[in-house]
T-cell receptor
Framework: KAGVTQTPRYLIKTRGQQVTLSCSPI?????VSWYQQTPGQGLQFLFE???????NKGNFPGRFSGRQFSNSRSEMNVSTLELGDSALYLCASSLLGTGGTDTQYFGPGTRLTVL | LAKTTQPISMDSYEGQEVNITCSHN???????ITWYQQFPSQGPRFIIQGYKTKVTNEVASLFIPADRKSSTLSLPRVSLSDTAVYYCLVGGAGRRALTFGSGTRLQVQP
C-alpha cells in the first residue's frame, strides 16, 4: 500500500505570495491532518479534516486554510506569506482520526522557503 | 491533552541498548502512548504504541508501568542509522490533535 504523498517536496516563494500544498493520504484513510515544523517551535498542529469537513484546528492565523476533497486528498493554502512561514509542512493520514489506536502516518513533507 | 516530558538529548554507541523515558503524569484512562522517530527533513515515522505493561515489535519495546505515568522506549543494539529525534505522544479516542513535545535527540556513535 502506498504511503502518504505530498507535493511539491520543495517550494520557494517570496513574501506576500500565496502557496498551495497538496497531500494524498494512504488509500482508505479518511482523516488528514497538517502540521508545521520549524526549528524554533517544533511540530505544531495546524488542522484536521475528515469527510471534507474541518474537525479540529490549531492556533494559527486565518492565513492558513485547508480543504479536503471527496477522495480524501487534501490541500492547504497559506496566503500573504511571511518570512516566518518558512518551515517543513507535514501531512498525516489515519483511518478515522479518532486517536487512540488510530495511528497517524506522516508524509515526507513539503519544505517551504519564503524569501 | 496530556503533556509529555522527555530528555532533550542522549548519546550512545553502536550495539548498545538505548532506553528513552517519557513522563506523562496527567495521562487519562483512555489515552494510548505512541512513539515516533524522525530523521532530518522527513516526516515522523510510527515506531510503537501501547496502553499498559509491555509491547514489543520488530524494532523496539515499550514498557509502561502500572500507574502509566511514564513509559520507556527501548531500542536494542542501536546502529548509526538510529540517530534521530524520538517523540513520545499521549492521546486517546476523540483526541484527534497530536501534540508533539520537544522530543529526544539520540546520537549514536561508532
Amino acid at each position: 500500500k502506498a504511503g502518504v504523498t505530498q507535493t511539491p517536496r520543495y517550494l520557494i516563494k517570496t513574501r506576500g505570495q500565496q502557496v498551495t500544498l497538496s497531500c494524498s493520504p494512504i488509500s482508505g484513510h479518511r482523516s488528514v491532518s497538517w502540521y508545521q515544523q520549524t526549528p524554533g517551535q517544533g511540530l505544531q498542529f495546524l488542522f484536521e479534516y475528515f469527510s471534507e469537513t474541518q474537525r479540529n484546528k490549531g492556533n494559527f492565523p486565518g492565513r492558513f486554510s485547508g480543504r479536503q476533497f471527496s477522495n480524501s486528498r487534501s490541500e492547504m493554502n497559506v496566503s500573504t506569506l511571511e518570512l516566518g512561514d518558512s518551515a517543513l509542512y507535514l501531512c498525516a493520514s489515519s483511518l478515522l482520526g479518532t486517536g487512540g489506536t488510530d495511528t497517524q502516518y506522516f508524509g515526507p513533507g513539503t519544505r517551504l522557503t519564503v524569501l | 491533552l496530556a503533556k509529555t516530558t522527555q530528555p532533550i538529548s542522549m548519546d550512545s554507541y553502536e550495539g548498545q541498548e538505548v532506553n528513552i523515558t517519557c513522563s506523562h503524569n496527567n495521562i487519562a484512562t483512555n489515552d494510548y502512548i505512541t512513539w515516533y522517530q524522525q530523521f532530518p527533513s522527513q516526516g515522523p515515522r510510527f515506531i510503537i504504541q501501547g496502553y499498559k505493561t509491555k509491547v514489543t515489535n520488530e524494532v523496539a519495546s515499550l514498557f509502561i508501568p502500572a500507574d502509566r505515568k511514564s513509559s520507556t522506549l527501548s531500542l536494542p543494539r542501536v546502529s548509526l542509522s538510529d540517530t534521530a529525534v524520538y517523540y513520545c505522544l499521549v492521546g486517546g479516542a476523540g483526541r484527534r490533535a497530536l501534540t508533539f513535545g520537544s522530543g529526544t535527540r539520540l546520537q549514536v556513535q561508532p
